[in-house]
């Protein structure tokens, strides 16, 4: 009898099971449940006192109530035996953290800590912790601690390290009455199974862990604050372990509530984005795997460590045990082009779209489709939200040069989606000069739709782009590995050989397109330097007059 394998999906704004038949890898079924406080960012439930800028928050029980949602429609519609699911795989945005007592009950579900931020979850988009990060990064580079090396030199506010820091400085009864603070997809595992274990991936991308070196010194994080000292070994205290390991068995009270078999097997969870490189059937090194949308993830496996520049970091069983995984990424993309849509888009074009009945990306596609490499004269950077990799900063900002009175909005469309064609080669290149392998490209997520990006993208690289046929790459990760944990396959390699989406169609670079992008990229990569690298660039000083102008505009003399 066919068998299956359940992956549950936490994304930022919902929640998604996808159940799989653990031979072929066919998805059966999938449901999505919206999380119903959404990303909590204005004032805490039932209270009316504003929450202060940049903070983001999320209520765990909409995750939970959510779970129950999916997993019970999903079994129903799927009429399966529920006997016959081997196995459950978790993945999650990240860094999403939960402040909770030892038994796992979150600060926020206690009475006389509702009305508290700071024990309410943390959403990995919370960037009000700028200030401890930046305290972080300072120090790190003022110790020479080798750690931050394997960051690109720098971590994110949205990282573990400095939300923490930011609940004991900002909230210290806070801190001291949480016993741990979690990662939403290690404790989605832990309710489901009474079990807590950290994961690696999380543990290694976003809390600074290392297998072979641990986390950072307690004297590191004494220097930030003396009352930081207990962070990794309290807070922090359990097991990590490698994506799909067997953390524990479901409850059975939560089989109950699922309509699932008690003693389930649940494996350990996996960030949201690196849980598409196994669904998107990635299992050895050489390909790199791209996750395309609002921005972009580039991760790839390799047999050995090797600090690239930039790079958002590399872990030992990151993503497939046996491996170090790498991340890389272009903080902007897909908003690039709906920044362009909403703010350069002239009446006509939205007249011809709306008589076309067509939406006004694929008019400003269909347009600049028509136009040659080179053609317009145009060149653009692609940080219009900063740089990930490879100058991890986020305070740089775009660029588009060669502007004429003959300019058409369709040839700057088109520049924009080259500048960000162009920031990926530069994130390949940056890894072969190092070494790394790069002989495939594999690319899932919402932007695979446009076939005037991807076929710039595969000139620009001169490479062809494999897609994935799964529009739910993460979830099938998840239920990789949640077979994996359940004794369907013996590693999760082979795993992924029989379960992971296969590529639906490639994308072949055109050889005459891909000299002249080689020539315009090296103009690109011209004004990295320029732009990025010098300490005295222009770009850097406007930024610095816009802040003069700020403080100066701002007094109320």
Same mark, same amino acid.
């Given at each position: ?346 009446? !006509?074009?939205? /007249?011809?779209?709306?008589? =076309? $009945? ?5 008019? #400003?596609? &269909?347009? %600049?489709? *028509? ?96 897609? !994935?046929?799964? /529009?739910?790459?993460?979830? =099938? $990760? ?5 077979? #994996?944990? &359940?004794? %369907?396959? *013996? ?67």
């Amino acid at each position: 009898m066919n068998q299956f394998s359940l992956g549950l999906d936490f994304g930022t704004e919902s929640a998604r099971a996808v159940l799989v038949e653990v031979v072929t890898g066919e998805i059966v079924s999938t449901k999505v449940h919206l999380y119903p406080h959404g990303v909590i960012d204005k004032h805490l439930p039932g209270k009316e006192e504003p929450l202060p800028p940049d903070w983001a928050l999320q209520n765990p029980d909409d995750w939970l109530t959510s779970l129950q949602e999916i997993v019970y429609a999903t079994i129903k519609e799927s009429r399966i035996d529920p006997k016959r699911v081997v196995g459950i795989g978790v993945d999650f945005t990240s860094s999403t953290l939960v402040p909770t007592l030892s038994n796992g009950i979150a600060l926020c579900n206690l009475e006389v800590h509702q009305d508290q931020p700071h024990a309410w979850p943390k959403l990995w988009k919370h960037h009000a912790a700028q200030p401890q990060s930046d305290r972080v990064n300072e120090l790190a580079i003022q110790r020479e601690e080798t750690w931050i090396a394997r960051y690109g030199g720098k971590i994110s506010s949205e990282w573990l390290i400095p939300k923490a820091l930011e609940i004991l400085e900002e909230s210290p009864e806070i801190y001291s009455m949480m016993n741990r603070l979690v990662e939403g997809a290690d404790w989605i595992v832990w309710q489901l199974t009474g079990q807590l274990a950290h994961n690696a991936c999380c543990a290694g991308y976003k809390a600074t862990w290392h297998k072979q070196e641990g986390f950072p010194s307690p004297a590191f994080l004494a220097a930030l604050n003396p009352e930081l000292i207990n962070l990794y070994t309290e807070k922090l205290a359990g097991s990590i372990v490698p994506p799909g390991v067997k953390v524990g068995r479901l409850t059975k009270g939560w089989a109950k509530r699922l309509g699932l078999k008690t003693g389930t097997p649940v494996a350990a969870g996996i960030i949201d984005a690196h849980a598409a490189v196994v669904g998107g059937g990635v299992n050895a090194p050489g390909t790199m795997f791209m996750i395309m949308g609002t921005s972009s993830c580039h991760m790839l496996l390799a047999e050995a460590e090797i600090l690239v520049e930039g790079i958002s970091g590399v872990v030992e069983d990151g993503i497939v045990p046996g491996f170090f995984a790498y991340e890389a990424g272009q903080v902007s993309v897909g908003d690039i082009f709906s920044w362009f849509i909403e703010n350069n888009t002239p009446f !006509t074009y939205q /007249e011809e779209a709306t008589s =076309q $009945g067509i939406s006004l990306h694929d008019l #400003f596609s &269909g347009k %600049a489709g *028509k136009l040659n490499p080179g053609q317009s004269g145009l060149l653009a950077l692609d940080w219009w939200n900063g740089c990930r990799t490879p100058l991890v900063d986020a305070d740089l900002n775009g660029l588009v040069i060669g502007y004429s009175l003959h300019t058409s909005p369709e040839e700057l469309y088109r520049a924009l989606i080259e500048s960000t064609a162009f920031g990926t080669r530069l994130i390949v290149e940056l890894f072969r000069e190092k070494g790394i392998a790069i002989s495939k490209i594999r690319a899932g997520g919402g932007l695979t739709k446009n076939d005037l990006l991807l076929q710039i993208y595969a000139d620009v690289l001169g490479m062809s782009i494999e897609l !994935t046929a799964s /529009e739910q790459v993460s979830g =099938q $990760g998840a239920a990789i590995l949640g077979a #994996f944990a &359940g004794g %369907a396959y *013996k590693s999760v390699v082979e795993a992924i050989e029989s379960m992971a989406a296969k590529p639906s169609r490639a994308i072949e670079p055109d050889e005459r397109n891909f000299g002249i992008y080689s020539s315009l990229y090296d103009e690109y990569s011209r004004l990295v330097h320029l732009f990025g690298r010098e300490s005295q660039s222009v770009m850097r000083r406007l930024r610095e007059i816009r802040a003069e102008s700020s403080i100066l505009f701002s007094r109320k003399d």
